[in-house]
T-cell receptor, first 115, second 113 residues
Framework: KAGVTQTPRYLIKTRGQQVTLSCSPI?????VSWYQQTPGQGLQFLFE???????NKGNFPGRFSGRQFSNSRSEMNVSTLELGDSALYLC??????????????FGEGSRLTVL | KQEVTQIPAALSVPEGENLVLNCSFT??????LQWFRQDPGKGLTSLLL?????REQTSGRLNASLDKSSGRSTLYIAASQPGDSATYLC????????????FGTGTQLKVEL
């Protein structure tokens, strides 16, 4: 059974550019959530998508957005990149039974460096 | 505000020692708590999930407990090995939060030969 797949694994961008990251969940999982990990702030929740609808959103500016497709694959986009957006972006997939969470499984992450 | 705290931030032990990692949370409306392992530059590997109705879960040399009343969870690692060296993170899912996890800051474990 394939795990959570994130692409690209590494990318370098310059300030002001935008970036799109992709996440393919485990087969059968319809919930995809995104996290940002930095040395200073640790792991912070960005948003969760289920059945193509955003269900939860963390405290990030509107430059951070996402979407989910009918096959449960998800993308997140960061526009007008800032130096502080350099981070490891992690995607997690899981089931969502009766609106609540079960075990979540994470991908290897996308390492974004903003110069 | 839901907060998850892990103590200590770093721990170094000799091989073979049994050890306990601590996790505390401020919101008693916890739905479940998950322990993860993270190797440098890698993603998170799920170790154990404890539902709020459970008191403990075991997987091999790992045992995790959950005490909602005191707001604490512990991860017990028996007979530690150098391969256990990693950062261990606990994360809580709280009622009404869906699949949103609130993470602790992690405990960086080093098991020395």
């Amino acid at each position: 059974k394939a795990g959570v797949t994130q692409t690209p694994r590494y990318l370098i961008k310059t300030r002001g550019q935008q970036v799109t990251l992709s996440c393919s969940p485990i087969s059968g999982h319809r919930s995809v959530s995104w996290y940002q990990q930095t040395p200073g702030q640790g792991l912070q929740f960005l948003f969760e998508y289920f059945s193509e609808t955003q269900r939860n959103k963390g405290n990030f500016p509107g430059r951070f957005s996402g979407r989910q497709f009918s096959n449960s694959r998800s993308e997140m986009n960061v526009s007008t990149l800032e130096l502080g957006d350099s981070a490891l972006y992690l995607c997690a997939s899981g089931l969502r039974l009766a609106g609540m969470t079960g075990e979540l499984f994470f991908g290897e992450g996308s390492r974004l460096t903003v110069l | 505000k839901q907060e998850v705290t892990q103590i200590p931030a770093a721990l170094s032990v000799p091989e073979g020692e049994n050890l306990v990692l601590n996790c505390s949370f401020t919101d008693s409306a916890i739905y479940n708590l998950q322990w993860f392992r993270q190797d440098p530059g890698k993603g998170l590997t799920s170790l154990l999930l404890i539902q709020s109705s459970q008191r403990e879960q075991t997987s091999g040399r790992l045992n995790a407990s959950l005490d909602k009343s005191s707001g604490r969870s512990t991860l017990y690692i028996a007979a530690s090995q150098p391969g256990d060296s990693a950062t261990y993170l606990c994360a809580g899912a709280f009622t009404g939060g869906g699949n949103k996890l609130t993470f602790g800051t992690g405990t960086q474990l080093k098991v020395e030969l």
